[in-house]
């Protein structure tokens, strides 16, 4: 009886496990496994799919934010242009320049519409109860009639009968000009005297004016302003010429 009931219990082993047994118990688990697997793969493939979306979104977003940007650059830039130009040409527009920085950058007409003295010109601006000019390119203001009598260049200069003893207008300050401030008033397509078409001035000659430069390769001599011509010379400081003084801004070292 014990033999027999061994033989049975073996054979109830080899009855659990027959050949194919363990393949066919394990097909369901494979099945489960390839599906969870299947499922995450999907997930991982539409989580990329999104990402793509939302980066291809951002991407729009910044390219758009990257143009409105540029156009509002490029708005705001013409703009100030705009408002430059139109500032630009409301300076140029005024009459009279008259309280306004003056650095010699202006070209202005002397025979368009202008002040009261004279009537027909931008440039020049009669003041100190017209007994002198105000040129509006330089901002210098000019006797408006030069003395007429010849002298040399040190009593131009001098305290007796030059400039510096000069009184325009109830005012004194008044100085010979350097080579650049008297050439300043040239207009070299007018000639005898060669000054601008519609200027206010008086008595000016066609002849030599005294500068205050002296000649920097002669001290014995200075500069001088031929209105006969409208050129620029020099002479010796013992002849005499005729003199036109100026008052205002100076630079010490034309000097």
């Given at each position: 009886?014990?033999?027999?009931?061994?033989?049975?219990?073996?054979?109830?082993?080899?009855l659990l496990v027959p050949g194919d047994g363990p393949?066919?118990?394990?097909?369901?688990?494979d099945a489960n496994m390839t599906s969870q697997h299947d499922a995450q793969s999907g997930q991982a493939t539409g989580h990329d799919s999104a990402q793509t979306t939302q980066h291809t979104s951002l991407s729009g977003q910044v390219t758009t934010h990257d143009?409105?940007?540029?156009?509002?650059?490029?708005?705001?830039?013409?703009?100030?242009?705009?408002?430059?130009?139109?500032?630009?040409?409301?300076?140029?527009?005024?009459?009279?320049?008259?309280?306004?920085?003056?650095?010699?950058?202006?070209?202005?007409?002397?025979?368009?519409?202008?002040?009261?003295?004279?009537?027909?010109?931008?440039r020049f601006t009669c003041v100190m109860g017209g007994t002198a000019v105000r040129d509006n390119e330089t901002g210098l203001v000019w006797e408006r009639s030069p003395d007429t009598d010849f002298h040399s260049w040190r009593l131009a200069r001098g305290?007796?009968?030059?400039?510096?003893?000069?009184?325009?207008?109830?005012?004194k300050g008044w100085r010979l000009p350097s080579f650049a401030e008297l050439a300043s008033l040239v207009d070299p397509s007018v000639a005898g005297p060669s000054?601008?078409?519609?200027?206010?001035?008086?008595?000016?000659?066609?002849?030599k004016y005294w500068s205050a430069t002296t000649d920097a390769h002669d001290p014995t001599s200075a500069v001088i302003v031929d209105f006969s011509t409208g050129t620029v010379l020099s002479s010796?400081?013992?002849v005499s010429w005729f003199v036109w003084c100026v008052r205002g801004a100076m630079n010490a070292d034309v000097y």
């Amino acid at each position: 009886m014990k033999f027999l009931a061994l033989a049975v219990g073996v054979a109830g082993v080899a009855l659990l496990v027959p050949g194919d047994g363990p393949a066919q118990a394990q097909s369901p688990h494979d099945a489960n496994m390839t599906s969870q697997h299947d499922a995450q793969s999907g997930q991982a493939t539409g989580h990329d799919s999104a990402q793509t979306t939302q980066h291809t979104s951002l991407s729009g977003q910044v390219t758009t934010h990257d143009a409105a940007q540029s156009t509002q650059h490029s708005t705001h830039d013409s703009n100030q242009t705009s408002q430059h130009d139109g500032l630009s040409q409301q300076i140029t527009n005024l009459g009279d320049h008259s309280g306004l920085p003056q650095a010699w950058d202006k070209t202005l007409p002397a025979n368009d519409p202008g002040g009261a003295c004279p009537s027909n010109s931008s440039r020049f601006t009669c003041v100190m109860g017209g007994t002198a000019v105000r040129d509006n390119e330089t901002g210098l203001v000019w006797e408006r009639s030069p003395d007429t009598d010849f002298h040399s260049w040190r009593l131009a200069r001098g305290f007796a009968f030059g400039c510096t003893a000069r009184e325009v207008g109830g005012r004194k300050g008044w100085r010979l000009p350097s080579f650049a401030e008297l050439a300043s008033l040239v207009d070299p397509s007018v000639a005898g005297p060669s000054l601008p078409a519609g200027h206010p001035f008086t008595n000016v000659q066609s002849n030599k004016y005294w500068s205050a430069t002296t000649d920097a390769h002669d001290p014995t001599s200075a500069v001088i302003v031929d209105f006969s011509t409208g050129t620029v010379l020099s002479s010796t400081k013992e002849v005499s010429w005729f003199v036109w003084c100026v008052r205002g801004a100076m630079n010490a070292d034309v000097y």
